[in-house]
């Protein structure tokens, strides 16, 4: 686990070189296909190398939730144990390695009908109104969303008006899938944020000049593609989105995608420190990938 631009990939090549292993992809952006470039996605040599589980298994235009990653990562784990090899789980979408180890609640589907009402009412009665509603009936839950965090507020309530129940009861009711296994959980968290950010500018200038903007050009000729899709809210893909409509500047769209992957990595990193069982490690010091296969055959 860790941050953009942390080192995940390095690592995890690295360790399937001394383990027999195969890489089970925790990202929320990687299982798209045809994003490849702003996703720094594994390329097909390496994935002929090292077995890749759970990447271009959808369609941009179609939505993935955290209990839909812990269906599929169940039976990625599972067939890689059938096959007497470790699985390697790796990635930064700690929201999901969250749902896996500590459970996930049994909500419902999205409604697109429901959701549709909800973002009328929040543009007629204000997102403030919203919270407030949600306060009403579920003050748990309002307590931990903030009033200005829209996809959280609305799907609050769209859990609500279909089950009658708080959203924050039916999260209570879970359990985590991992109990009976022995995991090892290494955090890649550079000691010196100023070289993780150089990482992250340098990294996503590659991925300019390396054809990023061509990509997002042709996911954008697609009529059934828009910024509300969550393949489209990724960082980077949803700042060059209004370069390309001639909104913005390119060179302003690229300051504010860094920005945005600077705050992905620090919300990243404030995740990691809820992982009581990680063992962290600089990616920036010395013999850093022997500690961690140290800890891995241990």
């Known amino acids: 686990m860790g941050p953009t631009a942390s080192g995940k ?13 195969e890489i089970v992809s925790v990202d929320s952006a990687l299982v798209y296909r045809g994003m490849d470039i702003g996703t720094a996605k594994p390329d097909a040599a390496t994935r002929a190398r090292v077995p890749h589980h759970l990447i271009d298994i959808l369609d941009p235009a179609q939505w993935y939730s955290a209990g839909e990653f812990v269906r599929d990562a ?56 919203l919270h407030a509603e949600l306060a ?3 003050p748990a839950a309002a307590a931990r969303i903030h009033v200005n965090d829209p996809q959280r507020i609305q799907r609050a309530l769209e859990v609500h008006r279909l089950t009658g129940r708080g959203i924050s009861e039916l999260q209570a009711r879970r359990g985590g899938w991992l109990e ?7 955090a890649l ?7 993780l950010h150089a990482r992250i ?18 996911l954008m000729q697609r009529a059934d593609l828009t910024t509300e899709h969550p393949s489209m809210r990724a960082v980077g893909y949803r700042q060059m989105w209004p370069v390309l409509q001639g909104r913005t ?36 010091e010395a013999a850093w990938i022997e500690r961690a296969a140290h800890l891995v055959n241990d």
């Open 136 to 138: 009403a009936i579920d």
């Open 180 to 186: 009976d296994v022995r995991v090892t959980e290494i």
């Open 74 to 129: 169940r039976a990625a784990l599972e067939g890689i144990w059938a096959r007497g090899r470790l699985p390697l789980l790796v990635g930064g979408t700690m929201l999901y390695f969250h749902a896996l180890s500590e459970g996930i609640a049994e909500l419902p589907q999205a409604d697109p009908a429901l959701r549709a009402q909800l973002d009328r009412e929040a543009v007629e009665r204000g997102l403030a109104a």
């Open 249 to 284: 500047s390119l060179e302003e769209g690229t300051e504010r995608a860094i920005a945005a992957t600077r705050q992905l990595a620090k919300r990243q990193l404030t995740w990691l420190r809820k992982r009581a069982r990680a063992t962290w490690l600089d990616p920036t």
């Open 9 to 21: 990939s390095e690592l995890a090549l690295a360790l399937a070189e001394r383990i027999d292993v």
């Open 189 to 195: 968290v550079p000691a010196d944020r100023a070289r």
């Open 201 to 218: 500018e340098a990294r996503f200038r590659a991925m300019l000049a390396g054809g990023f903007l061509e990509e997002v050009a042709r």
